[in-house]
């Protein structure tokens, strides 16, 4: 169903925000600074929105500005302050100074898949990151979580031991840690920088989710891919309060509900599913060697990561914030949907939504 929602035409003009009778339509605008020809876009906002126009038949709309048209990534919450969009992304890593335990979503190991991932980190907020959020002055939209994060190396890596002292492309935060944690040096730089980075011998390795690997042809350089699933990135979506709030009563009960799904639309679509194996297999066709871990090499990564997490709790503790909890409740929530398939996180997150993430 999602697939084929994918590539519909552009909405029409309605006025935005206002609706006089049952015929109107509610207009609100979405921004991002994604091109139009991303994943992101194409594959998950538009599929979503089509369902959205599908359950409130057509009493919702949005309006569209991609491409970083009317701001940059960094800007989401200013944007939603200054009435520029009703929503957009607003990254919790990219102002990581306004956020505590938000960071402990992305401690190594937590999560099974980005869709459980994106489950969660929602069924987390309420109780634990709701007021740290919402003093940025937003409602969460919802969660999406990224692939996690493996390596591509020139070099054979198994263990902890084996990245000690390597180079490695990074992002910044809590993945900068991780590898630090291990005895690797973390070069941070974006993505799209990599590959002559990586050709040039400024780093050794690439941490990096495997459709950014095969996006970018990393594999025509790294020799060895560990699937190690280190960490997701947990991407926050921010909503304006204003305009949610003036929504009519019908539309801002099921506007909140479809919300709950966009995680999950981005695991089928775009982070997860056919996508992620496809690039796997892009990956493993060039030629590079699949390091296959035993359970013992994949223990001793975990345990490499214990120190990581007891710091974040120690932390968070001495600010007077339930860490040692957040973190305790994260795993046994994550526990429990190990082993579901997409099919089955798309059906319970349809027939459950998570309750008390915007409490109006």
């Given at each position: 169903m999602l697939a084929i929602l994918a590539g519909t035409a552009a909405v029409a003009p309605f006025v935005r925000g206002d609706r006089t009778d049952a015929g109107d339509a509610v207009v609100l605008r979405y921004t991002s600074h994604v091109p139009s020809s991303h994943g992101l876009y194409a594959r998950v906002f538009r599929p979503w929105e089509e369902l959205v126009n599908d359950r409130t038949s057509g009493q919702l709309r949005w309006e569209h500005y991609v491409?970083?048209?009317?701001?940059?990534?960094?800007?989401?919450?200013?944007?939603?302050?200054?009435?520029?969009?009703?929503?957009?992304?607003?990254?919790?890593?990219?102002?990581?100074?306004?956020?505590?335990?938000?960071?402990?979503?992305?401690?190594?190991?937590?999560?099974?898949?980005?869709?459980?991932a994106s489950l969660v980190s929602e069924e987390l907020y309420p109780h634990f990151l709701k007021e740290e959020y919402e003093r940025m002055g937003v409602y969460l939209a919802h969660c999406s979580a990224a692939t996690a994060f493996d390596f591509l190396s020139t070099t054979e890596v198994r263990t902890p031991d084996d990245i000690r002292g390597l180079k490695v492309r990074s992002t910044g935060g809590v993945m900068a840690e991780t590898l630090r944690q291990v005895g690797a040096i973390p070069v941070v730089m974006?993505?799209?920088?990599?590959?002559?980075?990586?050709?040039?011998?400024?780093?050794?390795?690439?941490?990096?989710?495997?459709?950014?690997?095969?996006?970018?042809?990393?594999?025509?350089?790294?020799?060895?891919?560990?699937?190690?699933?280190?960490?997701?990135?947990?991407?926050?979506?921010?909503?304006?309060?204003?305009?949610?709030?003036?929504?009519?009563?019908?539309?801002?009960?099921?506007?909140?509900?479809?919300?709950?799904?966009?995680?999950?639309?981005?695991?089928?679509?775009?982070?997860?599913?056919?996508?992620?194996?496809?690039?796997?297999?892009?990956?493993?066709?060039?030629?590079?060697?699949?390091?296959?871990?035993?359970?013992?090499?994949?223990?001793?990564?975990?345990?490499?990561?214990?120190?990581?997490?007891?710091?974040?709790?120690?932390?968070?503790?001495?600010?007077?914030?339930?860490?040692?909890?957040?973190?305790?409740?994260?795993?046994?929530?994550?526990?429990?949907?190990?082993?579901?398939?997409?099919q089955q996180l798309w059906d319970h997150v349809w027939n459950n939504p998570v309750p008390g993430i915007i409490t109006t």
């Amino acid at each position: 169903m999602l697939a084929i929602l994918a590539g519909t035409a552009a909405v029409a003009p309605f006025v935005r925000g206002d609706r006089t009778d049952a015929g109107d339509a509610v207009v609100l605008r979405y921004t991002s600074h994604v091109p139009s020809s991303h994943g992101l876009y194409a594959r998950v906002f538009r599929p979503w929105e089509e369902l959205v126009n599908d359950r409130t038949s057509g009493q919702l709309r949005w309006e569209h500005y991609v491409d970083g048209l009317l701001h940059g990534s960094l800007d989401g919450f200013k944007a939603i302050a200054g009435g520029v969009t009703d929503y957009t992304h607003g990254y919790a890593t990219y102002q990581p100074g306004s956020f505590q335990l938000t960071h402990g979503l992305q401690l190594p190991f937590l999560f099974a898949n980005s869709g459980v991932a994106s489950l969660v980190s929602e069924e987390l907020y309420p109780h634990f990151l709701k007021e740290e959020y919402e003093r940025m002055g937003v409602y969460l939209a919802h969660c999406s979580a990224a692939t996690a994060f493996d390596f591509l190396s020139t070099t054979e890596v198994r263990t902890p031991d084996d990245i000690r002292g390597l180079k490695v492309r990074s992002t910044g935060g809590v993945m900068a840690e991780t590898l630090r944690q291990v005895g690797a040096i973390p070069v941070v730089m974006a993505a799209a920088e990599a590959y002559t980075a990586f050709q040039r011998g400024i780093v050794d390795a690439v941490a990096l989710a495997a459709p950014d690997m095969a996006s970018y042809r990393l594999y025509e350089i790294g020799t060895h891919y560990l699937p190690i699933r280190m960490t997701h990135t947990v991407i926050q979506y921010c909503l304006s309060p204003r305009s949610f709030d003036n929504l009519p009563n019908d539309l801002r009960g099921t506007l909140y509900d479809l919300f709950r799904l966009v995680g999950q639309v981005a695991n089928r679509n775009f982070y997860g599913g056919e996508g992620l194996e496809n690039a796997v297999e892009t990956i493993l066709g060039s030629g590079t060697e699949l390091v296959e871990l035993t359970d013992d090499e994949g223990q001793a990564w975990r345990d490499a990561m214990v120190p990581l997490e007891d710091r974040f709790i120690e932390e968070n503790e001495a600010l007077g914030l339930p860490a040692t909890e957040f973190v305790r409740e994260a795993k046994e929530r994550s526990a429990r949907y190990v082993g579901w398939t997409d099919q089955q996180l798309w059906d319970h997150v349809w027939n459950n939504p998570v309750p008390g993430i915007i409490t109006t």
